[in-house]
């Protein structure tokens, strides 16, 4: 006799996603495994990661991830999603294979794979390493000199088509804590003196997947990953299987931690892009679907209250600014207020300790 799987409502996802995103309870790790727990963190404005982490790991301390981007024992790339992550030197050597079809299509379907039609890409790309072996360069110089290779054609998209099209990784002080510096782009391999491997198979990457973002439906995988053929992939995997309440199945390691859906959830700060709001191709266990204009795909901060956004915030010298996106009560308001003033003291310990909520729009 065969047995229906078993229901997941929303709010049963949604715990089950904060306690594996370290944002239920923030978790006694180092920085690398808290890293590659999370299959990288979004990385495209560089400050978020500090953002990201303080909200996820015990006692996390900014100047220790600086010194680790600053080393490159943490790599900032294009990966998944083919946008900027912070990834574990093991994951940067091992995912460009599995990513590189989708940074291929990415760039081939954008205005700048249109500026190159009748280019041998590979050719490019080709010749772009060949620059780079002589010296780090951002992706504006290294178009400007690709298009004295190539005349009559733009520099910018000959630049994009090598950032695109070969494992390249940004060199600091690019992403480190308190320093700026430009997008200097150099090889993965030869910089960090490894091979980049070569095994296209996403097997291990969708089983860390579902460990950090599961359950989850072949879509949300797809979503996540850029990854073609996942509905292969998950049927040869031994995975547990559930449905969500509108009837989809929904994918998990046999061990994954399902919390009691009751468990209090409390208010986390994240940075710009995070991964809790883009990791699925259904937002709704975090993202309600009328606050998804103001948050989803841009370049704000938001603010979970009970596991859900909840608002975007603001930093300066002056503290924190919250614009809430729907009201809160006594407790909540005053949670947050004691959640950012705990932020200020650990990541900008010079400003003002004061946080300011502002009532929705």
Known sequence: MTTSPPVLGRRALNRAFLERQLLLHRADLAVPDAVAHLVGVQAQVPSAPYLGLWSRVAGFDPHDLGRRVAELSLVRMPSLRATIHLTTVEDALALPP?????????????????????????????????????????????????????????????????????PLLQLPPRGVWGESGRARLAEVGRTLGRPV?????????????????????????????GVGGIREVVDRLDLRRFVDERGRTLYDVPDGSLPDPDTPAPPRFLGEFDNALLGHDDRTRVLATEHRSQVLLKPVRPLLVDGMAAGVWTSGSDGLVVRLLAPLDDVAAADVVAEGERMLAA????AERKVRLEPPA
């Open 347 to 350: 990541l900008w310990p010079e």
């Open 98 to 166: 599995i990513v590189a079809p989708l940074h291929r299509r990415v760039f081939q379907g954008s205005e700048y794979g249109r500026d190159l039609a009748g280019l041998d890409l590979d050719e490019v790309v080709a010749a772009g390493l060949e620059l780079l072996r002589d010296r780090p360069l951002t992706v504006t110089e290294l178009g400007r000199e690709l298009a004295q290779r190539y005349p009559g054609r733009k520099p910018t998209p000959l630049g994009a088509c090598v950032q695109y099209g070969a």
């Open 197 to 225: 491997g070569t095994d296209p198979a996403a097997d291990r990457l969708v089983l860390r997947y579902l460990r950090a973002f599961g359950p989850a439906s072949t879509g949300d995988i797809r979503a996540f990953t």
